[in-house]
């Protein structure tokens, strides 16, 4: 297999390290920045440096854009004009929605991992930098299922765990998770700052540098990510100023079995929030049996991943004449496996156990 990484970062670099390490795929890389380029050739992340985009991804068979959000709608337009027919392209930005109009060509799929450092730059590039972590992906009606398939098992390769959503789903999921506590970091070390006795910056302890470790992150993205996802970053920002506001009643009554009883939900809110990460348990096979469309691929995909059930490995088997196939897929838990089970039936598909 023949892979593509245009732009040579953090997260592009680390693509490549892991492309040629964990699944010895040759990778083309290329990135505006020569500098960049040299560094990925000392950190053997490539097997060919190109020239240009074009060359980089000419005979590639899967490529990832790594570059800025805003950088990615030029990037995408060129790469699909000169990557060849049967080649999947993905991107890794962290809002879909102002990429949707590349939907229509059926080798696109929208991606983003839930992976980084606060370092930047290939130098610090990782092979593992994947490894257990959600990467989505945002394939539409008329996703082609091979090509799915194709970079579902690319990314898997890398370590991590691809799931499907929609992607106005994933803004407004993301405004919250990652967009919302940048925002709210960057208000805490700006009031902090402002506001010691006569001038005097307090001291800070654990407790604030945890939660304000990512403010002030790369402007260069983050001012990207800000006004690409404005609109439900926006209402995240509504939905925590009444909260705020709530809180700061609560407090000023004043009344110490009520306070008890919402800090105490906050505990098992945050539980629930991450104990959901961790969840293991035995692997399960389910076959599903499927007519020959577009997108039949992408529709059971999104189907589980909406219901939050994670596909840990997929494959299509396609009948000689092409008129219909099998999807196995692979689900963790039994309960999950049940689950899903119920999802794809419910769906109108046939499922069975092997």
């Known amino acids: 297999m023949r892979i593509a990484v ?20 040759e990778v083309s890389g290329w990135d505006a920045d020569p500098e960049a380029v040299a560094r990925a050739v000392a950190r053997e992340a490539l097997d060919v440096a190109a020239p240009d985009l074009q060359a980089a991804v000419a ?14 709608p030029r990037l995408i337009a060129a790469t699909l004009k000169a990557a060849p027919a049967d080649c999947v392209v993905t991107d890794v930005g962290s809002a879909k929605r102002r990429l949707q109009q590349f939907h229509a060509d059926q080798r696109f799929i929208g991606g983003h991992p839930l992976a980084g ?13 994947f490894e257990g ?13 091979v090509l799915y398939e194709r970079l579902y098992r690319l990314l898997a390769g890398i370590g991590a765990q691809p ?19 940048h925002v709210l970091a960057n208000v805490l070390v700006q009031q902090a ?32 990510i800000y006004l690409s996802n404005a609109d439900a970053l926006t209402e995240a920002l509504d939905a925590t100023i009444a909260r705020l506001t709530a809180a700061r009643e609560l407090i000023a ?14 505990a098992r809110d945050r539980r629930r929030l991450v104990d959901r990460q961790l969840a293991d348990g035995p692997l399960h096979e389910l076959r599903v049996a499927v007519p020959n469309r577009p997108g039949v ?13 994670n596909i840990t490995d997929m494959a299509l088997y396609p009948a000689p004449d092409g008129s219909r196939g099998v999807v196995a897929l692979w689900i963790t838990g039994d309960g999950e496996r049940d689950r899903a089970e119920a999802l794809i039936e419910g769906a109108g598909f046939l499922v069975g156990r092997p």
Do not use: K
Request: aromatic share 4%; hydrophobic share 50%; charged share 20%.
């Open 6 to 25: 245009i732009g040579l970062g953090l997260i592009g670099g680390s693509v490549a390290l892991a492309a040629r390490q964990r699944l010895g795929v």
């Open 59 to 72: 005979d590639a068979e899967a490529v990832v854009l790594a570059a800025p959000l805003g950088a990615l």
């Open 117 to 129: 450092a606060e370092t930047a730059g290939i130098e610090h590039a990782r092979a593992d930098l």
């Open 133 to 145: 972590a959600t990467w989505y992906l945002t394939p539409v009606a008329n996703t082609e299922g």
């Open 163 to 181: 799931v499907a959503i929609e992607a106005g789903e994933h803004d407004r999921m993301l405004a919250l998770v990652s967009h919302l506590p």
């Open 193 to 224: 700052a402002s506001g010691g006795e006569h001038g005097r910056l307090p001291a800070t302890g654990p407790s604030f540098r945890d939660v304000t470790r990512v403010a002030g992150s790369n402007s260069a993205i983050w001012t990207d």
């Open 253 to 266: 009554r004043a009344d110490a079995a009520v306070i008890r009883g919402w800090n105490e939900r906050a």
């Open 297 to 309: 691929v992408a529709e059971l995909a999104l189907a589980l991943g909406e219901a939050d059930v």
